[in-house]
């Protein structure tokens, strides 16, 4: 596609309750990154996946949260036994390079999760 | 710790007007990228402008430029001849190793 897509843009979950989060980056982008961005702050990162591989999971609130990218596209961010603290806007981001230090990330347009 | 702070939660400016949004960071890295982005209602985050710390000259795209000061640890955004369609959140952000976003500036354009 034309961009980073994500899926769905909007998402109620009760309490106690597995989600799972799907990120679509750009086509060939080796960079894919997860952020949370809790209501009228910034994003915060959460991980990072060159390819396959999670080369950084040091944003990773609990152990509840865990993302995959086992072919090296599409990523699932999966939040099990979700707990209110947990709402917020989950943003995807994708870039080409192996190095993402300078490049751009290009953002998707976030999934809304709200745990009531 | 990397840390980025954005100390004007909002700001406002006439259509056709100047304004500048405030940034700064804390490194002790000496080669960094930062960047602005912004964020309308939709949530897409859409990158404005980026500065190589290692480049002196500042960064200008079309009616944005960025006022760098390596020394003090200074990323200015100027958004000159202001627009209705500039209104959103803006996001200073730093990288070395992943992206650190600053709080946001919520800019409000009137006509």
Redo the contacts between chains.
């Keep these: 596609g034309a961009g980073v897509s994500q899926s769905p843009r909007y998402k109620v979950a009760k309490r106690g309750q597995d989600v799972a989060l799907r990120c679509d980056p750009i086509s060939g982008h080796v960079s894919l990154?997860w952020?949370q961005q809790a209501l009228?702050?910034?994003?915060?990162?959460l991980t990072?996946f060159q390819n396959e591989a999670q080369l950084?999971k040091s944003?990773l609130p609990s152990d509840r949260f865990f993302a995959e990218r086992p072919e090296g596209s599409v990523s699932t961010l999966k939040i099990q036994r979700t707990q209110q603290e947990d709402s917020a806007?989950y943003?995807c981001?994708s870039s080409f390079p192996r190095s993402?230090?300078?490049y751009?990330?290009y953002?998707?347009?976030?999934t809304?999760l709200t745990v009531t | 710790a990397q840390t980025?702070t954005q100390s004007q939660p909002e700001m406002s400016v006439q259509e056709a007007e100047t304004v500048t949004l405030s940034c700064t960071y804390d490194t002790s890295e000496s080669d960094y990228?930062l960047?602005w982005?912004k964020q309308p209602p939709?949530?897409?985050?859409?990158?404005v402008i980026?500065q190589?710390a290692y480049k002196q000259q500042n960064a200008t795209e079309n009616r944005f430029s960025v006022n760098f000061q390596k020394a003090a640890k200074s990323f200015s955004l100027k958004i000159s001849d202001s627009q209705l369609g500039d209104a959103a959140m803006y996001?200073c952000?730093y990288?070395?190793?992943?992206?650190?976003?600053?709080?946001?500036t919520r800019l409000q354009v009137f006509p």
Excluded: C, H, W
């Design positions: 990154f952020y009228g702050q910034g994003p915060e990162f990072y950084d944003g806007v943003l981001a993402f230090f300078s751009e990330q953002f998707g347009p976030g809304r | 980025v990228y960047f982005y939709s949530r897409q985050m859409i990158l980026r190589e996001f952000a990288n070395t190793d992943k992206l650190i976003f600053g709080t946001g």
